[in-house]
C-alpha cells in the first residue's frame, strides 16, 4: 500500500451480540453504521477488510480485498431491487449499514455455544479523503422471530465504536 493510503487508512472496533433467544422465538443481533462525512471534498471511503471475532477472541470471519484470503464483504440484504447491495464504497455523504443477520441469518454465528454473546468487529477502511470523516456506529437490536423470519423490532441500544487509528 502507498504511504499516502495507508496515511489515509483507519481502524474502528465495535462490539456487538449475534445469538437467538428463548427458544428461536427472538433474536438479538447488532446493525453497523458506516457513515461517510467526506462532503466539503466529496470521496469514496472504501472498506477493505471487516473481521468477526466471538467470545473468545477466535476469529470467526474475516472479509475484504484486504483480509487473508481476500473475500467478498456480506451484502445487506434489505435494500431492493436486488437485496444484495454492496456496501464496500460508501459514496461521500452515504450511510451505509450491514447487520450480523445479513451475515448469519437467524441463527447462531458458526463458533462454540455462546461465543456470539459478546463479539467485536473491525472496521478497516482507506480513503483519499478524510479518514475522520468516516464514522463507524453500532446498535443491538432485539427483534422477533416468527417461523424462522424477523418481525417487530423490541429494543434496540447504541454501542460505542473506537477508533484505532
Known amino acids: 500500500m502507498p504511504a499516502e493510503a495507508r496515511d489515509r487508512a483507519g ?3 465495535c462490539g456487538g451480540v449475534h445469538t437467538p433467544r428463548a427458544n428461536f422465538t427472538e433474536i438479538i443481533d ?13 470521496e469514496d471511503v472504501r472498506i477493505t477488510r471487516l ?6 477472541g477466535d476469529v470467526v470471519d474475516d472479509f475484504g480485498e484486504a483480509a487473508v484470503p481476500p473475500r467478498a ?4 440484504r434489505d435494500i431492493p431491487p436486488q437485496f444484495n447491495f454492496n456496501i464496500t464504497t460508501v459514496p ?3 450511510s451505509y449499514y450491514l447487520t450480523t443477520s445479513h451475515i448469519y441469518g437467524n441463527t ?4 462454540a455455544p455462546g461465543a456470539g454473546n459478546n463479539i467485536s468487529v473491525v472496521v478497516e477502511f482507506s480513503t483519499a479523503g478524510d479518514p475522520d470523516l468516516f464514522f463507524v456506529s453500532g446498535s443491538l437490536r432485539t427483534r ?6 424477523q418481525g417487530q423490532e423490541h ?10 487509528k
Do not use: K, W
Open 11 to 13: 481502524t474502528v472496533i
Open 30 to 42: 447488532t446493525a453497523y453504521g458506516f457513515r461517510n462525512a467526506n462532503l466539503e471534498r466529496p
Open 51 to 56: 473481521t468477526i471475532r466471538n467470545f473468545f
Open 73 to 76: 464483504l456480506p451484502t445487506n
Open 92 to 94: 461521500a455523504g452515504a
Open 108 to 111: 447462531f454465528m458458526p463458533s
Open 144 to 149: 422477533e422471530l416468527i417461523g424462522g423470519v
Open 155 to 164: 429494543a434496540r441500544a447504541t454501542i460505542t465504536c473506537q477508533r484505532l
